[in-house]
């Protein structure tokens, strides 16, 4: 077996990343698609996004000499990871395989060794590894989970600006800021982001940050409020193991501002680090690993 090329590919709520590197890993061509997680938009909808990402990204090459792996936030529930992994078969890499965005988060935040490894995007969960075991914290989804995901943010910020609409509190620097990124009145936006779910509201996340840093009070509440719960996440599954704790996801992007917030809250000794290498390249590290393990 000649294996030329690694697929990676990480599917979140938000966004979809493909990455192609040669058999080494050096990297060929970076995609970028939208969400592909089959909880928030159905099976069908990830198998749209994963045809459309993998027509594009290896054309012109035979994907017999292409090992392929795929990270999927949400392919853990019910039959999804077999569903997915049946898909990708029907592409004849020479070898493919699926599992979750937490296993590229664990192996590109924690390279084999315990501790604990924390996926703040769209949604948020945490796993603990403690030799070859996982245990899991959170990642319920945003209708049962209370805070700490790119979606809780974003909704807070929404609500802080329709508090200040309506006359009870709010901010008039987070509406103005949300008005911006909408290009219109967020009165007659209401129905685009019930259309928009989960993915559309966590993308008005960056919104308090940038709040927080024009010294809004509200913004602060609301980061306050989201590392709180973050941390009770957090310690949950660090309860479980020796070792770093990792944060990944977009929400990294903020990491100035989120780690004195989250420290206030983790309890105990605890050495938090924020992944600056996407999470792709953990699937790149599977799609190598399946070549040895052939």
Known sequence: MSIKYLLGIDGGGTKTEFLLTDSVGNEIKRLFLGNSNPVNQGIENTFTVLNEGITKICEGLDLGEI?????????????????????????????SDCGSDIDLALEAALKGENGTGVIMGTGIVAYARSGKKLYRTGGRGYMIDKGGSGFHFGSDALNSAFEFIDGRGGSEIILKLVEKKLGKSLEKSAADIYDGGAAYVAAFAPVVFEAYNLGD???????????????KIINGAKKNTDGKIVVCGGLCKQKEILYPFLMKYIEGEASLTFLDEPMVNGAISFSKRLCKNA
């Not at 792996?69 to 890499?93: D, P």
């Not at 009070?217 to 941390?231: F, L």
């Open 67 to 95: 090992s392929a792996f795929a990270g999927i936030a949400g392919s853990k529930t019910g039959e999804n990871q077999k569903f997915i992994r049946k898909f990708l078969s029907g592409f004849g890499f020479a070898l």
């Open 217 to 231: 009070a509200a913004a602060n509440a609301i980061i306050d409020r989201n590392a709180y719960e973050a941390a």
